[in-house]
C-alpha cells in the first residue's frame, strides 16, 4: 500500500482511491453496501485484511475481485462471527480465493482434506485441530449459501448437505480418536467365535433428526443413538468388559465433539432420542435397540427413528440395526392413530416453546418448520409400511417420493418443498450471524430489516416483503396441515369422488344420491379388512373411470354391489387394477355372485358372445375388434376367476386350472386371428395356403395346468413343410411369421390393454435360435445337443393349439425323448443348475428370500418330482404325463418311488409355497417371487394367509418362521432324493 492507512481505515472512511493499484478495494465496498449491516460488514472486512497475507492476497484479490467480495460479504456481512476466525487464520481467506466454490465439496473430498490436515499433529492437538478444519469448510459452506449465483434458493439443499457430510466426517475422526484415547486404558473387547477366530465387537454412531436425514442446519444439535454388538451367548469373551468399553468409548467421545476450547465446539450432543430418553442406557444393544422399537416405542419416538443413519463406527451394524427395527417403525397398513400421535407431539413441542409468544419461531410455530417435517412423517408412517418408496430419511425425499405415489398432489408438494428451503435457509440466516442456536424472528424493527436484507430483500421495505412472504407460508401450512390427516373414511371417499368428477356434485338428486353412495362405501370400507388399501383401490378406479358418470350412475343403480366391490377393493391390488385400467368390467359384479367357475364349453361359448356383441350387425369383425374381444374375455373372466378365488368358492388348484382353461382359449383365437390376418395381407410370391402343419405347444406352468395371476405363458413353436422337397425353406419363413403375429396378437397393448406375455425361449437353442422349429430338426435337437435340464422342461409340455396330427406326432416324440436312458450324472447335472440359479437369481439374505428360486423353495420341489419322473418314467410311464407338480408327487408315492415321510414334507410345502405365490398375486399385484422381510408389506400378506394379528406385527414374523420350517424341511428333502 501506498498509504499508511490500513484497509480497515479506508473501508470504514469508504475512502479506496488513495492507493490507484487496489480497485479492488472499491469493488468490494460496493459489495459490503449490500451486507447486513454494511458499516459493520467493512468494519469486519477491514481487520481481516489487515490480519491477511499480503504477499498472496494482494495478487488474488487483483486477479479476481468479484471472488474476494463474494467471499468477504459472506464472511463479515451475513455470518460476521467469521471475522474473528479468518483474522486468527488468514490462511483459509487464501484457500477460499483458491477454491472452486461453484461446486459442493463431495465427502471423499472432505476426508482428503481432512487427512491431510490430521496427518502430523500431536494427538494432544487433535481436537482442536478437528475445529480449524470444521471452520475452514463451514466458512466455503457459507460463502456459497450467501452467494445466489453459487446457490440459490431452489438449489439450497445443497447447503443442509454439505453441512450434514462435514458432521460425518467430522464425528467419524473423533470417534477414532476417542478410541485412541480409550486404548490406553481399556482393551477393546472380542470374543472367540465357533471356529477359533477371534472377532471384535462393534459399536455404532447413529445420527436422527436433521443429521440422520441429511439435512443439518447451520447452527443444530446432533441427534445421537450410540449401538453396540452384544457378547454372543456362550462366546468366550477377550478384552474389557463389553459394556465399561463401550459407555467409556461413548462418553469420550461425546466430550471431543461438544467440549469448547479454544478453536470452539464441534457439535452440541443431544442424546434424548435414545431408548427411554435421558433415564435409558447410554449404549444399548442391537437386539435392546430392536426390542424396544417393537414394544416400547411412541408414536414420535418410532418417527425420529425413521431418520436414523449409520454416520460413525460400524456403518454395517448401524444399518443391520436399522434394517431390523423397520418392520416396527413402518405398519404395514395404515394406522390413523399414528397420525393422531404426530400432531399430539406437535402440539406439546408448541405449547412448550416458553416466552416470546409474540414473534415467530420459524422451527417450532404453527406454519414453521416442522410443520412441513409433520406433514412429510404422519404420511410415511401411514403408507411406507405399503409403499417401501416412502421410506426417505429426509424431509425433502419424502416430499418427492409422496408426489411419485399419488398422496401428495403435485402442486402441494412443489409448495411444500418451496416452503420448507424458504424457512430452512432464514434458519439458517438467523444463525450465521453469531453461530448461535436460535430459531426465532427478530422482533426490533433494526433485527428484521437486518434479517431481510440478509435473505436478499435489499429495498427499502425489504422487511416489511420478507414478513408477508412468511406470513403467505404459514398460512398455507397451516390450512394443510390439518388437512386430509386422519380422516375418517366417508370424508376421504368424499375427496376422491370429488377430485375426479366435481360436477355430479352441482345436481342436486344426484348430490343426495352420491352422498348416500359414500356413506354405504364408508360403512363396507369400515367392515372390510383392510380400510386403507381399499381406499387406494377406489381412488385408482375413480381416475380409472375419470369423468365416465356413468360409472357412478352405475353405483347408484345398483348400490347392493358396493360391498362386493370393497371387499375386493380391500383384498386385492391385482384385481382392483384390473378395473382402475378397465372400468367397463365392473359390470361383471353384478353377474351371480354363487356362479361356479365357467366350463371349457362355457368359457368358449362367452368369448363367442363377447365378439358378437362388438361386431356390427352381418359382418365380420375386424382385426381391431377381434383383438378387443379377445381382451375383453381374458379381463372379464380373469376377474371372475379372481372374485371367486377371493370369496373362497374355488380351491386354488380349481383356480389354476380355470386360468389355464382362459389362456387356452384365448391361444386358440390368436392363432385365429393370425392366420387370418397373414391371409389378407399375403404378399406376392407367398404361398396361398399354409405351406404345411403348425402345432403351438405350451410349456410350464401353462402345460401342467397351474397358471397363476399375472403368468407369462411359456410356449414353443412346431411345424411339419406340406413337402419335404424344397418345401422346408418355405414352410419355415410362413410359420415365423404366423408365430410373430400370433404373439403380437397376445401381448401387443391396445386400448384395452394385452392378454399374455409370450416366452418362447424354451425352444431349442433358446434366444439364440430360430423361432420356429420343424419336427424333424426338433428330434434331432434332443438327440444330438440338448441339455439335461431340457428334458426336464419336457416334463411339462402339451400342445395347447394347432394340428392335432401335428400333435399326437408331437405326444410319440416326447414320450420316445422322455423314456430314452438317462445319463449317470442326471442327479448331480440337475443339482448344478439348481445350484446356480439359487445362487445367481435368489441372491437370499436373513431378511430376503426368494420362495421360488432360493433355499428350499419351489424349484427344490420341482427337482426332486422332476428328478424321480425322470429316474423311473420308463418303467412307469403314467408319471410323465403333464401334469400337476402335486399330482406327480402323488403318483410317485403310489409307486411306492418315495418314501411317504418325503411325500408328505413336499406335499406340505408345496401347499404352503403356491398359497403364498397366489396370495402374493391377487393381493398385493407382484409376479415377483422376493419375499423382503424390510418392505413392510408381509403383514398384509400374512393377514390374507389366514395368520392372526396381535397388533404388534407378529403375523409377519410368524410367516417368516414358518417359511424358514417348511423351506428347511423341503431342502432336507430335496437334498435326500437327490442323493446328495
Known amino acids: 500500500m501506498t498509504d499508511s492507512r490500513t484497509y480497515a481505515v479506508q473501508l470504514e472512511a469508504q475512502d479506496t482511491s488513495v492507493d490507484p493499484s487496489s480497485g479492488w478495494l472499491a469493488q468490494l465496498t460496493a459489495k459490503l453496501d449490500s451486507a447486513p449491516l454494511p458499516a459493520n460488514a467493512r468494519r469486519l472486512a477491514g481487520k481481516v485484511l489487515d490480519e491477511a497475507l499480503p504477499n498472496q492476497l494482494i495478487p488474488r484479490a487483483a486477479a479476481d475481485p468479484a471472488k474476494l467480495s463474494t467471499v468477504l460479504y459472506a464472511l463479515c456481512g451475513v455470518a460476521p462471527f467469521f471475522a474473528n476466525i479468518l483474522a486468527r487464520h488468514p490462511e483459509h481467506l487464501i484457500a477460499l480465493l483458491d477454491d472452486d466454490l461453484t461446486v459442493p465439496r463431495s465427502p471423499e473430498d472432505l476426508r482428503s482434506q481432512l487427512e491431510q ?225 404426530i400432531h399430539s407431539l406437535k402440539e406439546k413441542i408448541r405449547s412448550a416453546r416458553g416466552g416470546d409468544a409474540d414473534s415467530f419461531d420459524v422451527k417450532i410455530d404453527a406454519g414453521g418448520i416442522r410443520d412441513v417435517e409433520f406433514i412429510a412423517q404422519a404420511l410415511q408412517l401411514l403408507h411406507a409400511g405399503r409403499i417401501p418408496q416412502l421410506r426417505d430419511r429426509s424431509t425433502q425425499g419424502a416430499l418427492r417420493n409422496l408426489e411419485a405415489v399419488g398422496l401428495l398432489e403435485s402442486e402441494t408438494a412443489a409448495e411444500l418443498h418451496e416452503t420448507y428451503l424458504f424457512l430452512r435457509r432464514i434458519e439458517n440466516r438467523l444463525q450465521m450471524e453469531g453461530e448461535r442456536q436460535i430459531h426465532r424472528l427478530p422482533k426490533s424493527a433494526d433485527g428484521l430489516a437486518r434479517l431481510a436484507r440478509a435473505m436478499g430483500y435489499l429495498e427499502e421495505d425489504g422487511a416489511t416483503r420478507l414478513q408477508a412472504d412468511i406470513a403467505s407460508r404459514r398460512k398455507f401450512l397451516g390450512s394443510l396441515a390439518t388437512d386430509s390427516l386422519g380422516k375418517g373414511n366417508q370424508e376421504r371417499i368424499k375427496e376422491i369422488v370429488e377430485r375426479a368428477v366435481p360436477k355430479l356434485f352441482q345436481f342436486g338428486m344426484t348430490n343426495t344420491l352420491l352422498h348416500q353412495l359414500i356413506e354405504r362405501f364408508a360403512q363396507a370400507f369400515d367392515d372390510c379388512g383392510d380400510a386403507d388399501r381399499a381406499l387406494n383401490n377406489l381412488d385408482r378406479s375413480i381416475r380409472g373411470a375419470g369423468n365416465r358418470r356413468n360409472y357412478f350412475e352405475l353405483l347408484l343403480d345398483r348400490p347392493e354391489i358396493v360391498p362386493r366391490l370393497a371387499a375386493l377393493y380391500s383384498a386385492s391390488n391385482f384385481l382392483s387394477d384390473y378395473l382402475a385400467r378397465y372400468p367397463r368390467l365392473i359390470e361383471s359384479l353384478f353377474r351371480d355372485p354363487n356362479t361356479l367357475l365357467y366350463s371349457d364349453a362355457q368359457l368358449r361359448a362367452d368369448h363367442d358372445r363377447v365378439l358378437a356383441e362388438r361386431s356390427d350387425d352381418g359382418e365380420a369383425p375386424d382385426l381391431e375388434l377381434r383383438l378387443d374381444a379377445l381382451r375383453s374375455f381374458h379381463h372379464l373372466h380373469v376377474l371372475n376367476v379372481g372374485l371367486l378365488d377371493l370369496a373362497k368358492k374355488s380351491s386354488r388348484a380349481e383356480s389354476e386350472g380355470a386360468l389355464t382353461n382362459i389362456a387356452e382359449i384365448c391361444i386358440e383365437n390368436a392363432l385365429e386371428i393370425s392366420r387370418d390376418e397373414l391371409a389378407a395381407r399375403k404378399t406376392e410370391g407367398s404361398a396361398t395356403a399354409p405351406p404345411g402343419k403348425f402345432l403351438v405347444v ?58 399374455y406375455e409370450v416366452d418362447a425361449r424354451l425352444r431349442p437353442s433358446g434366444n439364440q435360435g430360430v423361432l420356429v ?208
Open 698 to 755: 405350451g410349456m410350464g406352468k401353462l402345460a401342467s395346468r397351474e397358471l397363476t395371476y399375472g403368468s407369462d405363458v411359456d410356449l414353443i413353436f412346431i411345424y411339419n413343410p406340406a413337402s419335404e422337397k424344397g418345401g422346408e425353406a418355405m414352410a419355415q419363413d410362413y410359420f415365423v411369421r404366423l408365430a410373430q403375429r400370433f404373439i403380437s396378437a397376445l401381448q401387443t397393448p391396445t386400448r384395452l390393454g394385452f392378454c
Open 117 to 341: 490436515s490430521m496427518g502430523d499433529v500431536r494427538e494432544s492437538d487433535d481436537a482442536e485441530r478437528l475445529r480449524v478444519f470444521k471452520y475452514r469448510e463451514l466458512a466455503r459452506i457459507t460463502v456459497r449459501d450467501c452467494s445466489d449465483h453459487l446457490v440459490p434458493l431452489p438449489r439450497s439443499a445443497e447447503t443442509l448437505r454439505e453441512l450434514s457430510e462435514l458432521a460425518d466426517v467430522l464425528l467419524e475422526r473423533a470417534l477414532l480418536l476417542a478410541e485412541a484415547r480409550i486404548a490406553t486404558q481399556l482393551e477393546p473387547p472380542a470374543y472367540v467365535d465357533d471356529e477359533g477366530t477371534t472377532r471384535p465387537l462393534r459399536f455404532c454412531v447413529l445420527g436422527l433428526g436433521k443429521l440422520g436425514a441429511g439435512e443439518l442446519n447451520y447452527s443444530s444439535d446432533v441427534d445421537l443413538v450410540y449401538v453396540c454388538d452384544a457378547l454372543p451367548t456362550g462366546a468366550d469373551a477377550r478384552g474389557s468388559s463389553p459394556m465399561i468399553y463401550f459407555d467409556k468409548l461413548a462418553q469420550e467421545f461425546g466430550s471431543i465433539v461438544a467440549a469448547s476450547l479454544q478453536e470452539g465446539f464441534l457439535y452440541r450432543v443431544d442424546l434424548d432420542l435414545r431408548p427411554n430418553g435421558t433415564q435409558g442406557a447410554l449404549v444399548v444393544t442391537e437386539s435392546a435397540l430392536i426390542s424396544y422399537y417393537e414394544s416400547w416405542a411412541l408414536t414420535w419416538e418410532k418417527a425420529a427413528f425413521m431418520k436414523a443413519r449409520p454416520v460413525a463406527g460400524s456403518l454395517d451394524l448401524g444399518w443391520h440395526a436399522i434394517v431390523a427395527a423397520a418392520p416396527a417403525i413402518y405398519n404395514a397398513t395404515m394406522n390413523y392413530r399414528m397420525a393422531d400421535g
Open 773 to 980: 422349429c420343424s419336427m424333424a430338426s426338433y428330434r434331432r435337437y434332443h438327440a444330438d445337443t440338448a441339455a439335461t435340464w431340457e428334458r426336464q422342461a419336457l416334463l411339462r409340455s402339451r400342445p395347447v393349439a394347432g394340428d392335432a396330427s401335428l400333435a399326437d406326432e408331437f405326444e410319440t416324440l416326447r414320450l420316445e425323448i422322455l423314456t430314452a436312458p438317462n445319463p449317470e450324472s442326471l442327479a448331480g447335472e440337475i443339482h448344478h443348475v439348481r445350484s446356480r440359479m439359487e445362487e445367481e437369481l435368489a441372491k437370499e439374505t436373513a431378511r430376503h428370500f426368494d420362495y421360488k428360486t432360493g433355499r428350499g423353495g419351489v424349484l427344490d420341489v420341482e427337482c426332486a418330482v422332476q428328478y424321480l419322473q425322470l429316474l423311473h418314467g420308463s418303467e412307469h410311464t403314467e408319471i410323465l404325463e403333464s401334469a400337476p407338480i402335486d399330482s406327480q408327487r402323488i403318483k410317485l408315492a403310489e409307486l411306492g418311488l418315495i418314501n411317504a415321510d418325503c411325500a408328505r414334507i413336499l406335499k406340505d410345502g408345496w401347499s404352503f409355497l403356491q398359497e403364498l405365490g397366489s396370495r402374493l398375486r391377487i393381493v398385493e399385484n407382484r409376479s415377483i417371487s422376493s419375499l423382503d422381510v424390510d418392505k413392510g408389506d408381509l403383514d398384509t400378506l400374512a393377514r390374507h394367509l389366514g395368520y392372526n394379528d396381535d397388533g404388534e406385527g407378529t403375523t409377519s414374523r410368524a410367516l417368516q418362521k414358518d417359511y424358514g420350517e417348511v423351506t428347511e424341511s423341503i431342502r432336507s428333502v430335496y437334498l435326500e432324493v437327490m442323493g446328495i
